[in-house]
């Protein structure tokens, strides 16, 4: 919601009372903050291996699958963002196009009940990770990477709370320097290899492996696309900005997971050979592939890709902070959560509750784990990640379904094949796919658990999605105002 007497879509912003101020940032800080929250440093390092274990030579092409599937569902968000202003994303498209059939409220509800309970897991992960990553990088032990984990939550926490200008500005020259130098790294690798550089097309592996988990581990590791949307009412022009920032996010870190994995297989085939190569990129006890292929090819790298794995957690740590503090500032306005979590401040426009709120969730997913269970950081960000992702993804499934459904029955749209009905389909299927192949119960251990996490997420949603449409008091214009 934006409290200035301004069109959040062109103006510019007047005295704000205690809401976001609109067309705070443009284009450049709404892809900073999206490609930030998609972490593609340590998406590459994490998943690829993952891929390339199930793929062999051929994992590039999971990820090139994955990306087009994904656009998919980046058109289908900006599709809604053309037409919906509003920092409630997800929250406010499932509003509009259900309240069509009168069920608006409680679909609505659900959505952000179900994020609000899976959030933290997959956030915290980021933090575990972080932690571990950097205390591993500097040799530490023991409980160091706990420290640093809070470390690193603190500095995201206090970079979000100076204001949406400074944190999209730290965001987009983090994910600038992510991107730079994953594609020098690739670049670099791919020289090296010499003739081992066509080797996703002519060697070992075939496509079979995406009968697995291997292509909704794919669609899984790309998750953050969206969270552009939650900014809109702080952007310049966000019914440009917006789908301009969803669509290319989705582009530019498909391109480097599926170069970045390339460029991997052909390094380690130029040294190994084909088979073993790709097996020991793919190789689970080998932690960290690409700082193994550093020390080969380009030793004084090493130290410089240790310290861009921190720097892609804090910069996901931020973005994420500030992607969820505004569905929840948006959700609070309408009355899903106390009233005090509906202001943001006068000074700097940051919705301050709705941040210490997330910010103290997350605390809570890297302290409770190794507290509760006794295990160790490397199993903790990989169970919360599992855990998290799932319900996100059916968030993303509810928003391909309203949209087919908004143009239908929305006063004034006219449905149009193409944009209405086939690509929201395809990204059904790609997102579904993702959804079933997280929760098969016949997966690895712990896999075979996420489907009960899944489950019980959903009762709980649905439960609080019960309790809000009871509620008499309502301002449901905090999710904006639709616009054909």
């Given amino acids: 919601m934006v409290t200035e007497n301004t069109d959040p879509a062109r103006g510019a912003p007047n005295a704000p009372d205690d809401g976001l ?74 509003y509009h196009a259900f309240q069509t059939l009168g069920c608006g409220v409680a679909v609505a509800s659900a959505v952000f009940y179900a994020s609000l309970i899976s959030g933290p897991l997959t956030i915290g992960a ?17 409980v160091w990477w706990l420290v640093i984990a809070l470390g690193v939550l603190a500095l995201a926490t206090a970079v979000v709370l100076r204001g949406i200008v400074t944190s999209s500005l730290v965001s ?29 097309l002519r060697e070992t592996g075939d496509l079979s492996g995406l009968a697995g988990l291997t292509f909704p581990l794919a669609v899984a590791g790309m998750i953050g696309w969206d969270n552009s949307a939650t900014m809109s009412a702080e ?39 084909a088979e073993a190569g790709a097996a020991r990129f793919g190789d689970p006890e080998n932690s960290a592939p690409f700082l193994e292929l550093a020390q080969h090819y380009a ?19 931020i973005a994420a902070l500030i992607g ?18 509906g202001r943001a401040s006068k000074r700097t426009g940051v919705p301050v509750g709705a941040t210490l709120l997330w910010s103290g969730l997350v605390l809570a997913t890297v302290v409770l784990p190794p507290l509760l269970t006794g295990a160790d ?14 319900p996100l993804l059916l ?62 997420t959903t009762v709980l949603a649905v439960l609080g999605a019960a309790w809000f449409t009871r509620r008499p008091r309502r301002d449901l214009s905090a999710l904006g105002i639709s616009r054909p």
């Fill in 235 to 273: 952007l310049r022009r966000p019914r440009r900005t917006v789908p301009i920032a969803v669509i290319a996010s989705v582009l530019i870190v498909g391109g480097l997971y599926s170069l970045c994995t390339w460029a991997g297989l052909a390094a380690y085939t130029d040294w190994m050979g």
């Fill in 377 to 390: 950081p490397t199993t903790i960000s990989a169970w919360e990640a599992g855990m998290g992702t799932v």
């Fill in 21 to 94: 101020r609109a067309a705070n940032v443009g284009l450049p800080a709404a892809l900073g903050v999206t490609l930030s929250n998609m972490a593609p440093v340590n998406g590459v390092f994490l998943t690829a291996p993952a891929v390339v274990a199930a793929m062999g030579t051929r994992a590039p092409w999971a990820f090139v699958l994955a990306t087009s599937g994904l656009l998919a569902a980046a058109f289908t968000v900006a599709a809604f963002a053309r037409r919906i202003i509003s920092p409630g994303s997800f929250v406010a498209y499932a």
């Fill in 126 to 142: 980021v933090a575990v990770f972080a932690g571990n990553w950097i205390a591993a990088s500097l040799g530490l032990g023991g």
């Fill in 395 to 456: 968030t993303v499934l509810v928003t391909l379904i309203s949209l087919p459904l908004y143009t239908w029955r929305a006063a004034g749209e006219r449905v149009r094949p193409l944009p209405h009905l086939v690509i929201p389909l395809v990204g059904v299927c790609v997102i579904g796919w993702g959804v079933y192949g997280n929760v098969r119960p016949d997966q690895p251990h712990p896999g075979s658990l996420y489907w009960i996490f899944t489950a019980a």
């Fill in 324 to 341: 969820m503090s505004r569905v929840t500032y948006a959700a609070a306005r309408a009355g899903m959560l106390p009233a005090a979590l």
């Fill in 299 to 317: 030793p004084q790298a090493y130290a410089v890709l240790a310290v861009v794995g921190g720097v892609s957690s804090l910069a996901c740590l």
């Fill in 172 to 200: 987009l020259l983090l994910a600038g320097a992510q991107v730079v130098l994953l594609l020098g790294f690739a670049v670099l690798l791919l020289v090296a290899s010499g003739g081992s550089a066509d080797v996703p």
